[in-house]
C-alpha cells in the first residue's frame, strides 16, 4: 500500500458513501463531477486498498421495536478479552464493541426491547465473564448519526 495517496476525488467520494452507502455510481459521479466509470474504478480501488471495508445500512431501531439503547464501558481480565470478542460478536443485540484506553477498557452498544431486557442481557450474559461494569448510560436520543 506504499505510495498510495487519497486525492480530492478519493475524499469526495468517501464523504458521499460515508453519508449514503446505496448511492449509484451515477448519484456520485454526477455529485463530484466526475466521469461514471472513474467513480467505479476509485470506489473499486479504495475497498481494495481497505479504505472502504463494507458498507451498512443505519436503521432505526425503534420502528424495529428495539426503543432502548445503553452504553456500557466495563473492565474485564485481558485473558478473557479474546473469549469475549468472540461472544459479543454473537449477540445481535451488541450493536458497537470498541476497546478503549483509560480506566474502562470495553465500550458497548447495547440494544433491547426494554431495560428490563438490558439488565437481564447484563445479569445473565455479561456476569459469565465476571466484568466489572464501570459506566452505564442510556441514550435518551441521537441527534446526530
Not at 476497546?99 to 445479569?123: D, H, K, P
Request: aromatic share 8%; glycine share 6%; net charge positive.
Amino acid at each position: 500500500m506504499k505510495g498510495f495517496k487519497l486525492d480530492r476525488l478519493d475524499f469526495e467520494i468517501l464523504e458521499i458513501i460515508e453519508q449514503d452507502c446505496s448511492k449509484t455510481y451515477a448519484e456520485i459521479a454526477e455529485s463530484v463531477n466526475a466521469n461514471l466509470w472513474t467513480v467505479r474504478d476509485r470506489l473499486n480501488l479504495l475497498k481494495s486498498r481497505g479504505i472502504i471495508q463494507g458498507c451498512k445500512g443505519v436503521l432505526n431501531y425503534q420502528m424495529m421495536g428495539f426503543p432502548f439503547k445503553a452504553l456500557i464501558q466495563l473492565n474485564l481480565e485481558p485473558t478473557q478479552l479474546q473469549e469475549f470478542i468472540s461472544f459479543v460478536r454473537g449477540q445481535k443485540n451488541v450493536k458497537n464493541m470498541m476497546i478503549i484506553t483509560g480506566s474502562e477498557r470495553i465500550f458497548l452498544t447495547v440494544i433491547g426491547s426494554s431495560v428490563v431486557e438490558i439488565r437481564e442481557f447484563i445479569q445473565k450474559q455479561l456476569s459469565r465473564f465476571n466484568v466489572d461494569i464501570r459506566n452505564f448510560n442510556m441514550v435518551l436520543e441521537e441527534p446526530v448519526r
